[in-house]
């Protein structure tokens, strides 16, 4: 039964080709290489990555079932493993709290583990046990659904650079000092955090992404931010707590950013920043911030106007700018305070490198229209401006194009481009 | 003093004129430059590693041609690249792996050794896609591997088994299965060695023709015990089996021939308690059981069982009338030359109808 066949043609290539192989396969197929032939019997038990997801053992419509083979495979491969294991990552939705779990983080902790990602089922949250804070050589950690309390003598992951918390019950404290304590953080995501004030404190920092319901967020010592993404949420709370501010949340936020590339601000963030912001005198140019993108901006409210054309201002170098106005049909019933447009120089300066706007969810109400007519007068260079209206009311569109119609353009090369279905 | 040329020199020995620019995009290639100062003429070219050929370093410069340009690199991810040029890159990448295996190989290998690491990337995950979702068999094809495992090391469970005690039953009777073509094979050639042997004498001749005929009673009775058997204990076919591989094992000569029949036999009755066993095993197989052996692997093995109990259902009826006659026949040609073949024949035919 055998064959005359040529040479081997891949057994013998060096370790870090075979991993870089085996590590581009799902774990089932990089496992089964095993049964190859002698030489590679044990080839992938030295990888260094181990990624289980949902496709690593096969389908049965019975969660338990499914449960009990992704641990008995994952206990198992850790077993067989050798050498170190720097990259361990669970994302399987069948899998649940479980006391093994635990077992898995000790024997990882004692493997320099570099990467850890768990992102577990729905269900019960997992407990982070103690012996994750004893791996020192963590790099990126990204939890899921899980419990996370760091005993007091922590001193933090000094490698860490990536932190991603999604749904993690852990004290606000607890939060705080973490990030503190991990002097080479560079990127940092909070995802689904309730009520919290948070104040940042990382000069390493250079991405943050940030969602729940913030009832404050200081940055205190970022100065190397480059890419900001925040969405508020809105509670009860924290509406009274906005309303009791008497901060100015622009400074408290953007006051320490100066190289910051790309601000989005989503769902009550231009509303944060628009407490206190009469108050501003903005000494801070932001050279580099090139893309600007703001959701759910409320254009009733003249200080949220405000906050965009402040940013705008101290933006000389805005290439790209979205904003996506809020579907609320607007309630007041006074005529808009059109003055606002006129009073004071708000834009002195043109915005000379604008090349891109894109306005969404546009009611067609005055100080939209406003809002688009001044930036078109100021934009040189502008070659894209895309509308797209949120009614699908033909009428209401109809009177929004005429006023863009009649709307001066700066620059004679700017494309108006009205999206509709 | 920036050359527009460099001089490259492959394990082959021939040297070759490269863009500088291009070369460059090779990190072992600029650091030669750079901290040696090598390449700048015929006389020191740069050697390259043992493991680029001269067709694949026109390979890999075709990648560093189209790579180094400005905008396509990898490395720029704040601002991303715009989605145009993503695709253009993601398309060219996607071609540019469209080769053979071994040139596949060839070329990861190479691209390694020059530090090529985007290169290495690609082509692994093109090797991964070829490796992906095959049989091992299927694999093995490929690449030229050797199948050289042993049964066990290969039924090791080392993926996700489950303590079923029908998977057991499954793995034990798919190593007997082994075992029993190994078994077939090594006999096969037990009897082209046999042509060998011509020093036998008439005595041997006389005895085997006396255990011959009492051999297609042998075969009925082991027929009649097929009948008799749905069931047998594991243990007792294992024990067949070490019987029939211990037996095996002795040297074949003259005084062997003897054994060769009684081994047919034994074969055979384990053949037919194997055949039972699939059986017997289907009976309480509902087919849905998750084994975790590869179900290609599985598939094959499941039709080779099935063809095997087939073949053997089938011949009996048959095969045991010509051996009856033929058997007869042959004692009248008994002391020809070719008393040789005749026995090859018979046990020939004997395993043929196996």
């Given at each position: 039964m055998v064959d005359v066949m040529g040479p081997d043609l891949i057994s013998d290539l060096p370790q870090s080709i075979i991993e870089s192989i085996l590590v581009q396969l799902p774990i089932r197929d990089a496992v089964r290489t095993s049964i190859l032939s002698s030489k590679w019997r044990y080839k992938w038990a030295l990888i260094t990555q181990l990624v289980f997801d949902d496709k690593c053992v096969p389908f049965s419509n019975d969660r338990e079932v499914v449960e009990m083979s992704v641990v008995k495979f994952i206990t198992r491969v850790l077993f067989l493993h050798q050498g170190p294991i720097h990259k361990f990552q669970i994302t399987n939705s069948k899998l649940q709290s479980c006391p093994e779990i635990d077992q898995w983080i000790l024997f990882l902790s004692r493997n320099d583990i570099k990467e850890?990602?768990?992102?577990?089922?729905?269900?019960?949250?997992?407990?982070?046990?103690?012996?994750?804070?004893?791996?020192?050589?963590?790099?990126?950690?990204?939890?899921?659904?899980?419990?996370?309390?760091?005993?007091?003598?922590?001193?933090?992951?000094?490698?860490?650079?990536?932190?991603?918390?999604?749904?993690?019950?852990?004290?606000?404290?607890?939060?705080?000092?973490?990030?503190?304590?991990?002097?080479?953080?560079?990127?940092?995501?909070?995802?689904?955090?309730?009520?919290?004030?948070?104040?940042?404190?990382?000069?390493?920092?250079?991405?943050?992404?940030?969602?729940?319901?913030?009832?404050?967020?200081?940055?205190?010592?970022?100065?190397?931010?480059?890419?900001?993404?925040?969405?508020?949420?809105?509670?009860?709370?924290?509406?009274?707590?906005?309303?009791?501010?008497?901060?100015?949340?622009?400074?408290?936020?953007?006051?320490?950013?100066?190289?910051?590339?790309?601000?989005?601000?989503?769902?009550?963030?231009?509303?944060?920043?628009?407490?206190?912001?009469?108050?501003?005198?903005?000494?801070?140019?932001?050279?580099?911030?090139?893309?600007?993108?703001?959701?759910?901006?409320?254009?009733?409210?003249?200080?949220?106007?405000f906050v965009i054309l402040r940013m705008i201002t101290s933006s000389p170098n805005l290439k790209e700018l979205q904003i996506s106005g809020s579907s609320n049909i607007p309630v007041a019933v006074d005529a808009p305070d059109l003055d606002f447009w006129e009073k004071g120089c708000l834009l002195d300066s043109a915005l000379n490198k604008l090349k891109t706007m894109k306005l969404s969810e546009m009611g067609g109400w005055p100080h939209e229209i406003e809002f688009i007519k001044y930036l078109l007068c100021r934009s040189p260079v502008l070659e894209t401006l895309s509308i797209i209206p949120c009614v699908f009311d033909m009428e209401n569109n109809l009177k929004m194009l005429i006023e863009l119609v009649k709307c001066r353009r700066a620059s004679s090369r700017a494309e108006v481009i009205f999206i509709h279905e | 003093m920036m050359k527009p040329y460099i001089w490259l020199e492959t394990s082959d020995g021939s040297i070759q004129q490269v863009e500088q620019e291009i070369a460059m995009y090779c990190p072992l290639i600029c650091k030669e430059i750079i901290q040696k100062g090598m390449g700048s003429s015929k006389n020191c070219a740069i050697c390259l590693p043992q493991r680029v050929s001269p067709a694949t370093l026109s390979l890999i410069l075709d990648y560093c041609r189209f790579h180094q340009v400005p905008g396509r690199s990898n490395k720029v991810l704040v601002p991303a690249l715009p989605l145009s040029l993503m695709l253009e890159r993601k398309s060219y990448d996607e071609k540019f792996v469209r080769m053979d295996t071994k040139r596949l190989c060839e070329l990861t290998s190479a691209a390694d050794s020059l530090q090529l690491k985007p290169l290495v990337d690609?082509?692994?995950?093109?090797?991964?896609?070829?490796?992906?979702?095959?049989?091992?068999?299927?694999?093995?094809?490929?690449?030229?591997?050797?199948?050289?495992?042993?049964?066990?090391?290969?039924?090791?469970?080392?993926?996700?088994?489950?303590?079923?005690?029908?998977?057991?039953?499954?793995?034990?009777?798919?190593?007997?299965?082994?075992?029993?073509?190994?078994?077939?094979?090594?006999?096969?050639?037990?009897?082209?060695?046999?042509?060998?042997?011509?020093?036998?004498?008439?005595?041997?001749?006389?005895?085997?023709?006396?255990?011959?005929?009492?051999?297609?009673?042998?075969?009925?009775?082991?027929?009649?015990?097929?009948?008799?058997?749905?069931?047998?204990?594991?243990?007792?076919?294992?024990?067949?089996?070490?019987?029939?591989?211990?037996?095996?094992?002795?040297?074949?000569?003259?005084?062997?021939?003897?054994?060769?029949?009684?081994?047919?036999?034994?074969?055979?009755?384990?053949?037919?308690?194997?055949?039972?066993?699939?059986?017997?095993?289907?009976?309480?197989?509902?087919?849905?059981?998750?084994?975790?052996?590869?179900?290609?692997?599985?598939?094959?093995?499941?039709?080779?069982?099935?063809?095997?109990?087939?073949?053997?259902?089938?011949?009996?009826?048959?095969?045991?009338?010509?051996?009856?006659?033929?058997?007869?026949?042959?004692?009248?040609?008994?002391?020809?030359?070719?008393?040789?073949?005749?026995?090859?024949?018979?046990?020939?035919?004997?395993?043929?109808?196996?």
């Open positions: 850890l990602v768990m992102e577990l089922g729905e269900g019960e949250f997992f407990r982070i046990p103690s012996s994750l804070f004893n791996c020192r050589k963590l790099t990126r950690l990204e939890l899921s659904r899980c419990e996370l309390d760091p005993p007091h003598s922590f001193k933090g992951f000094v490698c860490l650079r990536s932190l991603n918390l999604h749904q993690v019950l852990i004290s606000p404290d607890a939060v705080e000092s973490l990030i503190s304590r991990c002097p080479l953080l560079e990127s940092l995501s909070l995802s689904y955090f309730d009520n919290l004030a948070l104040t940042i404190s990382a000069p390493n920092l250079k991405y943050l992404y940030l969602e729940g319901e913030f009832k404050d967020i200081c940055l205190e010592d970022t100065p190397l931010l480059v890419e900001i993404s925040i969405a508020m949420y809105m509670t009860d709370d924290i509406a009274e707590h906005f309303e009791q501010s008497s901060n100015c949340n622009f400074l408290k936020f953007l006051g320490g950013v100066p190289n910051l590339e790309k601000l989005v601000g989503l769902i009550y963030f231009t509303k944060y920043l628009s407490i206190g912001i009469d108050s501003v005198h903005l000494p801070i140019m932001y050279h580099n911030l090139e893309t600007i993108e703001l959701y759910q901006v409320n254009f009733e409210d003249t200080k949220e106007i | 690609l082509t692994s995950r093109a090797l991964a896609r070829i490796i992906e979702g095959k049989s091992p068999e299927e694999i093995r094809e490929i690449f030229h591997l050797p199948d050289d495992l042993t049964e066990e090391e290969k039924l090791e469970p080392l993926k996700n088994t489950t303590d079923d005690p029908r998977i057991r039953l499954l793995n034990r009777l798919y190593a007997k299965k082994r075992k029993e073509l190994k078994e077939r094979e090594r006999l096969k050639s037990v009897e082209v060695e046999e042509e060998h042997i011509d020093k036998r004498s008439v005595d041997d001749l006389l005895s085997f023709i006396n255990g011959n005929d009492e051999d297609p009673k042998g075969i009925k009775t082991s027929k009649n015990k097929k009948k008799n058997r749905r069931k047998k204990e594991q243990h007792q076919k294992n024990s067949c089996l070490k019987e029939a591989s211990g037996v095996n094992k002795k040297e074949v000569n003259g005084q062997n021939i003897r054994h060769t029949n009684s081994e047919a036999d034994i074969i055979a009755e384990t053949s037919i308690s194997h055949t039972e066993d699939v059986f017997a095993h289907k009976e309480f197989d509902d087919g849905d059981i998750d084994d975790g052996i590869d179900p290609a692997l599985k598939e094959k093995i499941d039709r080779e069982v099935e063809d095997f109990a087939r073949r053997l259902n089938s011949d009996w009826p048959e095969r045991m009338q010509e051996l009856l006659s033929s058997g007869q026949e042959r004692k009248t040609m008994l002391f020809s030359p070719n008393g040789n073949s005749f026995l090859r024949r018979n046990a020939c035919m004997f395993f043929h109808c196996l």
